[in-house]
């Protein structure tokens, strides 16, 4: 048999191969498995003696010629087939709670294991991945492994044991019928693998038309406003109904093909089941064997034919639980770019002033644009405490910088030093305790204003919040919300303007109290007079902070200690805002631009 056979047991070893990367979320609980297992056996143990409990009864039961004695016979014979019915009862139930406990949280720490790894992977994950997908694989994924550990796994445990033991009965008591209930059960197998490769394939195409649409609903979810703003409700609600209907469709195939095999498994039961029960019949007739032994051997025939079938169906869950288990390991093993140093170099004692910084001859180019050159032979020296403003038209490599200095990606060339130490040889939490960031998008949680405020210092108690919303300028209408600081902000802090957003952020980053400070457009969405109100705190904040600005309005920078006029990655010029006015070209014509239209507008 050639190694591609639908038979073979290296393919079947293949497609199931994924299953294994499940094993080390079992170890844990390996006592618990083995007293699932224990269970399992008693359960199957219980339901094969159930023939051999019925064989006494028909052959002993009726042996005393006394109506007494009879009645006393049976009545001993029906008890011991209670007694099996009972302990069937109770090593099932208990097989039942001990598989489904496993199932339930193998699961759990599969999801909690695969959200914490997609956690830490770098921004260049996102950029080829998308969050609906994600998600996606975190629910429907983890649901199909759930049904297997919790239900067809066992399932086929049990059906496993009992076919084994139904078999080995069947062997000792009948070969015979044995031997042609064999040869049925291999035109029952054979065409259930090959289906099993179809069911596999086509239940993994499910599973990623079902991520198709996760990704289009998380996208479109987190955009409602630009949707409903350009009347674009109707096309996504049919962009979002082809894709269901392609996952549909692929979906229906799956269920046709399996469909089709059970009722060839079924059709194949019930012939085994019925010439097995001819042949028994004829041999009682020829008085080769008694009726008891004859009810016994149909009911080991029907044990072993229906763990046969239940076999086959849980092959084809494990196929589509194989398909599952591929995709979610491939998040869990993928590996970010982003590593923590092998011999971590700590930071020195945080200097009062802030934090020394050296980027020297740095090259970068995102990985979705390899050909762009982001920065190309950027290098700048910032001192302890100064204030350097970042400035230049889109694209210039502004952000960039930010994150690189976050370790969101690394330079192809170059080096980035902390304090004289390279940022790749510290520890990303190290690293980043040590920078407060205000990005341009600011980010609100669904939570309480307090704890937004409290996300880069947790620990933080009431009274710093409070104070650091107060120098952002963020106390008045937090208070002014209804139930104050405790206010449920909603997803995405839709119940705040951009401008009051971008307050909280501030506010976070001046409690995080970290030595450098990156602004990322931090005052971008404030009217003028808040914008004047937020840039006093900001000073105020900046005190004994390494500060680096990106600012597209020049008049927040114009008091930095030194400006760098950035363009395609590279800097055209440093310097403060009037020596630049009259020896830098693009600095005088941004600064024209945005003044013409300053005075314009008033």
């Known amino acids: 048999m050639s190694p591609a056979s639908p038979a073979s047991p290296n393919a079947a070893g293949r497609r199931l191969s994924p299953l294994r990367g499940l094993l080390p979320f079992f170890r844990p609980y390996r006592g618990r498995v083995l007293l699932a297992a224990l269970f399992l056996v008693l359960a199957a143990a219980s339901t094969l003696a159930f023939p051999v409990a019925l064989k006494a009864l028909v052959d002993q039961g009726f042996i005393a010629a006394d109506p007494g004695e009879r009645l006393f016979a049976l009545r001993g014979h029906f008890l011991a087939l209670f007694g099996v019915g009972v302990a069937l009862a109770v090593f099932s139930a208990a097989r039942f709670y001990m598989v489904s406990w496993i199932g339930e949280r193998v699961t759990a720490d599969l999801r909690n294991a695969v959200y914490r790894h997609v956690l830490k992977q770098s921004p260049q994950f996102f950029e080829s991945t998308q969050v609906g997908e994600v998600l996606s694989r975190l629910t429907t994924d983890t649901t199909l492994v759930q049904t297997l550990v919790g239900s067809s796994l066992s399932m086929g445990l049990r059906n496993t044991v009992m076919g084994l033991g139904a078999l080995a009965m069947l062997i000792v008591t009948n070969p015979v ?9 291999v035109g029952v197998v054979l065409p259930a693998i090959w289906a099993g490769r179809k069911v596999r394939r086509l239940s993994r195409a499910s599973q ?114 194989a398909g599952a288990s591929e995709r979610l390991l491939e998040l869990l093993h993928g590996v970010s770019p982003i590593q923590e140093p092998r011999e971590a170099q700590a930071l020195p ?23 762009t050159l982001a920065l190309d032979g950027f290098s700048l020296s910032v001192r302890s405490g100064e204030t350097v403003a970042l400035v230049g038209p889109s694209g210039a490599g502004k952000s960039t910088l930010f994150q690189l200095l976050l370790r969101f990606y690394e330079p192809q ?27 341009q998008d600011s980010t609100v949680f669904s939570t309480s204003a307090l ?124 310097g403060r805002h009037a020596e630049l006015l009259g020896r830098c070209a693009l600095y005088a014509r941004l600064a024209a631009v945005q003044f013409d239209e300053a005075g314009a507008v008033g």
Do not use: C
């Open 208 to 321: 990623d038309r079902v991520a198709d649409s996760s990704a289009i609903a998380a996208e479109v979810l987190g955009a409602i406003p630009v949707v409903q703003a350009h009347g674009q409700e109707a096309r996504e609600a049919s962009r979002f109904d082809d894709s269901t209907e392609r996952a549909f469709g692929t979906a229906v195939k799956r269920s046709r093909l399996r469909a089709v095999l059970v009722a060839f498994i079924i059709a194949a039961t019930f012939a085994a089941l019925l010439w097995g029960l001819y042949q028994g019949t004829q041999a009682v007739v020829r008085g080769e064997i008694t009726a008891g032994h004859l009810g016994q051997t149909i009911v080991y025939v029907i044990i072993f034919v229906g763990s046969v079938a239940v076999l086959a169906e849980v092959w084809g869950d494990l196929l589509r639980a």
């Open 451 to 574: 704890e937004n405020i409290r996300y880069g210092r947790p620990d933080a108690s009431e009274a710093e919040v409070l104070a650091a919303a107060t120098a952002a300028q963020a106390d008045g209408f937090l208070r002014a919300l209804p139930e104050g600081y405790a206010t449920y902000l909603g997803e995405r802090g839709v119940r705040l303007s951009g401008g009051q957003r971008q307050r909280i952020a501030i506010a976070r980053a001046i409690l995080k109290n970290a030595p450098l400070l990156l602004l990322d457009e931090a005052t971008s969405a404030l009217d003028t007079e808040s914008e004047r109100a937020v840039q006093a705190a900001l000073t105020e904040a900046m005190r004994g902070r390494t500060t680096l600005v990106i600012a597209h309005r020049l008049s927040t920078v114009q008091h930095a200690d030194r400006i760098v006029v950035m363009e395609q990655g590279r800097i055209v010029d440093i």
């Open 177 to 185: 019928v044995m031997a042609q209930v064999l040869g049925i059960l």
């Open 413 to 439: 060339q170059g080096r980035i030093e902390l304090d004289g130490v390279p940022i790749a040889r510290l520890r990303l939490g190290e690293l980043r305790s040590r920078i407060g960031l205000v990005p």
């Open 349 to 371: 004692a945080r200097d009062p002033a802030g934090v020394a910084l050296r980027l020297e001859g740095l090259r970068f180019a995102y990985p979705s644009r390899p050909d």
